[in-house]
């Protein structure tokens, strides 16, 4: 995996054009018939994956009248924000009516604690595994690899038996303990690679001095690899943020997460539906992993190249 | 440490064991564990809650006689065939356009992978508003005067499920593409020089010599689509909650609504482990030809 993310990171840059140099393909021209074919083929592409998003944006600026008369593709005659406003406050989910802000502040809830415990539990184990090797620690490891390939439906019950011995099930803390436990494989094996990767001097100069396995950690390891750490929140937050399984398992309605308060208030079926209130709150569901995607850019792909076995 | 003037093995191990608690209960108790549990209860009758009254193979007797298990597996396999072809086939044709040394690479890349930071349930709720039958597509084109167009997928219980792939093809491609945009990457750009000397054309030089070379990366990926298909459950349930009546239901909701809803917990263990057998199938000789040479993985 991590190959893909090196290779990833030096995507753009143009060490294949230094190569070329004089010798190189002879220029072309801007309109050439290739040109045309390869960027049109790119734009009507990208047009296609854009669409939805725009519908998305489109249709919750518009009134419900507005939507019924028109088509779903014509930009909004009257722009109107209160979709949005009734989506965050007032939209039902069975005899709620307190809108998705519920469910966002649960998400919030639900995310900072798995994202810190996860990435805090995974990259001490990572570290153990790298630079402190002990007696069966491989064959840790390896099971927990070839866990991540388990279908999570295999391992739903026993650990609402497990959550439900000690008094954890459908709470908060729950939840925040199933997403450290998840996380945990493609974690550990993304610091367990860049912890192997660090040149062992340091390692072995910080022992002679005399720091212990703590000390190392939280003094050397930690500071010198930041980039991973934020590879890794990426991926918990975006990963954890978009989570629908585990939420619809281990919590209670008055807890759920965003996205399954979402899936309750669009496809409820009481009422009339209000499209525009829908897709307002669709939006708002899916526009904390997409700040991150559109902040994070090149780390993103390093994270989901890591976390891809995640699926 | 206390005890620095004897800086024994056993010390400097067991912090490193103590550390690794959390990762020791996780593997045994949660992976092992939970799975053998599984597994062990599906021999049995449990109903509301699990008892160890062992019944034999009568779960997955049962299993395999229920029409809706039958559609589930049929649905799986649909939309598993399409998701491997497609999402291998326009996800490498997507990074060989963008590997063309293009302006723009940047932003076209981010256009094609940011639904895949959505979550299948916002993806299946675009793709439901984009597909209904009244405001959507179809609704659009016959307002344009072609009256008699028909295209309703989530409506018409025989192709419902090329319906969910079209949504799981817009979020799940990117991924692939970057995935193969860094195999393309990875290839020695001497390969191509020697291949455009000896004037062979670019289509030929991919299908006969790029291709090949990149097979470790196409075993990758394929291994990455195959463990997200099996798991497909939030997609359909925001898309279509298994409907029209059970046609696009999939084996993961099964195991769910069996046993959280019928409360028949011996079901929703025999399917649950049907699903591991099924990705037992494609992991185990991918871990052997992967891992099976070296001694340490």
């Known amino acids: 995996m991590s190959d893909h993310a090196v290779a990833l990171s030096a995507t753009s840059s143009n060490w294949r054009d230094d190569a ?35 519908v998305m944006v489109v249709t919750s600026l518009k009134g419900m ?15 109107t924000f209160e979709p949005w406003v009734k989506a965050w406050s007032q939209a039902c989910t069975g005899l709620n009516c307190d809108g998705l802000s519920r469910g966002f502040w649960n998400s919030v809830r639900i995310t900072v604690p798995s994202v810190i415990l996860s990435i805090a539990i995974a990259s001490v184990n990572g570290y153990a595994l790298a ?96 980039p991973i750490f934020v590879v890794a929140i990426i991926l918990q937050v975006t990963g954890i943020w978009n989570d629908f399984l585990f939420g619809v398992v281990y919590t209670r309605p008055d807890t759920y997460p965003m996205t399954v308060q979402l899936n309750n208030i669009v496809n409820s079926v009481q009422g009339v539906k209000e499209y525009n209130v829908n897709m307002a709150a669709t939006i708002l569901t899916g526009l904390v992993p997409l700040i991150v995607y559109f902040i994070s850019g090149k780390l993103f792909v390093r994270g989901i190249a890591a976390g891809a076995v995640k699926g | 440490m206390s005890k620095s003037e004897r800086p024994s093995q056993l010390f400097r191990n067991l912090n490193a ?29 449990s109903k509301l809650l699990p008892r160890l009254n062992f019944v034999g193979l009568d779960q997955y007797y049962r299993l395999w006689a229920t029409p809706r298990w039958l559609i589930s597996i049929e649905n799986l396999l649909i939309y598993g065939v399409i998701s491997l072809v497609f999402s291998l086939v326009i996800g490498f044709l997507l990074a060989a356009l963008l590997d063309q040394k293009i302006r723009f690479e940047d932003t076209f890349r981010t256009i094609f992978l940011y639904p895949f930071a959505l979550s299948f349930i916002v993806t299946g709720l675009v793709w439901q508003w984009l597909l209904n039958p009244d405001f959507g597509v179809q609704g659009v084109v016959r307002s344009l005067g072609w009256t008699s167009f028909d295209f309703n997928p989530l409506y018409n219980s025989s192709i419902v499920i090329y319906g969910i792939s079209i949504a799981a093809l817009w979020q799940g491609t990117g991924l692939i593409m970057c995935l193969m945009l860094a195999g393309l990457r990875g290839i020695d750009e001497d390969i191509w020089k020697a291949a455009r000397v ?9 299908l006969f010599i790029i291709i090949p070379m990149m097979r470790p990366v196409f075993i990758t990926t394929l291994v990455i689509i195959a463990s997200g298909i099996v798991k497909v459950y939030d997609l359909v349930v925001a898309q279509t909650s298994g409907g029209p009546g059970i046609a696009s239901e999939v084996p993961a909701k099964y195991v769910y609504d069996y046993m959280f809803f019928a409360q028949n917990l011996g079901q929703g263990f025999a399917a649950s482990t049907m699903m591991l057998l099924s990705v037992m199938i494609v992991i185990v000789p991918w871990a052997y030809l992967e891992f099976g040479g070296r001694k340490r993985v």
């Open chain 1, 20 to 54: 070329a140099g004089p010798s190189g393909p002879k220029p072309r021209h801007m309109f050439s018939r290739r040109n045309i074919f390869l960027y049109g083929t790119l734009v009507v592409v990208a047009l296609y994956y854009l669409l939805p998003l725009y």
């Open chain 1, 65 to 79: 009248p507005e939507i019924r008369l028109g088509n779903i593709f014509s930009p909004p005659l009257e722009i």
């Open chain 1, 131 to 226: 630079n402190w090797r002990f007696k069966g620690a491989d064959t840790f490891f390896v099971i927990l690899i070839v866990g991540a390939f388990i279908p999570y439906q295999v391992m739903i019950y026993p650990i609402v038996i497990i959550l439900r011995e000690i008094g954890l099930y459908g709470s908060l803390t729950g939840l925040v303990i199933v997403h450290s436990i998840f996380g945990m494989p493609i974690l550990t094996l993304l610091f367990r690679n860049y912890f192997t990767s660090m040149p062992e001097e340091l390692f072995r100069a910080a022992r002679v001095d005399g720091a212990g396995f703590w000390g190392i950690y939280l003094r050397i390891m930690l500071p010198m690899s930041l």
């Open chain 2, 17 to 45: 064991k103590v550390a690794s608690i959390p990762m020791i209960l996780t593997a045994m108790v949660v992976f092992v564990g939970g799975t053998a549990w599984t597994v062990l209860y599906s021999f049995t009758n």
């Open chain 2, 198 to 206: 000896d004037g062979i054309p670019m289509w030929k030089t991919y």
